[in-house]
């Protein structure tokens, strides 16, 4: 079985000031790690992901994540955030599952906003 | 390239009527995801084709929805009859094999209301 654990829904910064978004995961095989981002009306956009090389992943508009697999964590950071981040963000855990398939899990999302 | 296509954009019903969403995905696409995502909440899988078999559909409440994948291509998804707790965003994404590490793309989904 696979989860998603997405530590706080609502995160509220100041523009220019560090995001961290946190995630948790458990996966019985060895997983691939994404976040998306929604914005209002928008569709889903892939921000980055993690499959099994780097530990430290760099994805789109600054934003990056570490994996840590001893602390089953994958957290989305940014130095400075902008107006324009302030969106929902979403961890997903995907692996294997026992029929040979992709099975993807989204967490429950974390809405982010940034203060002027 | 041509994303992932959906329609409708918006819909509207009364409680106990049938809806119908369809989607188009990437061409070549092997893996189709339907996704509901309820308001406040993260995606939650309906259902999941590779080709036009479903590989997963545990979450997907049989007695009243139903999924197809015509040819491994397209695919719809009805409601019928539709409930209140019914109201959501229908996502559809696709990605190329389904084999691990992918990327999925999404389309930009059906807002479906239930008056």
């Known amino acids: 079985a696979q989860s998603v654990t997405q530590l706080d829904s609502h995160v509220s910064v100041s523009e220019g000031t560090p995001v961290l978004l946190r995630c948790n995961y458990s996966s019985s095989y060895s997983p691939s790690l994404f976040w998306y981002v929604q914005h209002p009306n928008k569709g889903l956009q892939l921000l980055l992901k993690?499959?099994?090389?780097?530990?430290l992943v760099k994805g789109i508009n600054g934003f990056e994540a570490e994996f840590k697999k001893s602390e089953t964590s994958f957290h989305l950071t940014k130095p400075s955030a902008h107006m324009s981040d302030a969106a929902e963000y979403f961890c997903v855990v995907s692996a294997l599952a026992s029929g040979g398939y992709q099975k993807v899990t989204f967490g429950t999302g974390t809405k982010l906003q940034v203060i002027p | 390239e041509a994303g992932v296509a959906q329609s409708p954009r918006y819909k509207i019903i009364e409680k106990r009527q049938s809806v119908a969403f369809w989607c188009n995905p990437i061409?070549?696409?092997?893996?189709l995801y339907w996704y509901q995502q309820i308001l406040g909440q993260g995606p939650k899988l309906l259902i999941q084709f590779q080709n036009n078999g479903v590989v997963d559909d545990s979450q997907l409440p049989k007695d009243r929805f139903s999924a197809e994948r015509l040819k491994g291509v397209d695919s719809t998804l009805k409601i019928q009859p539709a409930k209140l707790e019914d109201s959501a965003v229908y996502l559809c994404?696709?990605?190329?094999?389904?084999?691990?590490?992918?990327?999925?793309?999404f389309g930009s989904g059906t807002q479906l209301s239930v008056l």
């Open positions: 993690y499959t099994s090389a780097a530990t």
């Open positions: 061409s070549g696409h092997a893996t």
């Open positions: 994404a696709s990605s190329l094999s389904g084999t691990g590490g992918e990327k999925l793309f």
